[in-house]
């Protein structure tokens, strides 16, 4: 079964129902590429009027975490994947529509051979790009994602 921006958005209702909630939506994924995407509105602003930090990190992190899982899915083996760390570096204010696009797809499979191989967990970084309506970075998110063969 492939995965799907539509298949991701269900199970973000199901399954992470507090970025569903605030909007939070995969635009487009492939093996290499992965676009989510957030309106600021009500729901999901700070004290500042803009799109709270947290929002920002859900929908990163699903730019990255969708790439893996898709990795993981076509392996067709067992393997856990978990979040170790990460970072962020916030560059002007989020408002209106922020997409975030994470294009290290590419990283995911060398490691889960390794995984697979050798049965030691493997970690690698990834990173993903917030930008406005106007093309402009608001923020960047690079995140430690761990792995191992279950």
Known sequence: MNISPQKLNSFLMFKLPSAWFCGVRVKEIN?????????????????FNSLYFAVQAMAAELSTGALVMTAIRRSGKPV??????????????????ITFICNDG?????????????????????????????????????????????
């Open 31 to 47: 093996d290499t590429n992965c676009v989510t995407g957030v309106r600021h509105s009500w729901i999901n602003q700070n004290p």
């Open 80 to 97: 856990s994947m978990l979040v170790a760390q990460n970072k962020a570096h916030f560059t002007k204010k989020a408002t209106g529509k």
């Open 106 to 150: 590419n990283l995911i499979n060398s490691a889960i051979a390794e995984t697979l191989k050798t049965g030691e967990g493997q970690a690698f970084w990834m990173k993903s790009r917030g930008v406005n309506e106007q093309g402009q970075e608001v923020s960047v998110f690079e995140f430690e994602w761990t792995i191992k063969a279950k």
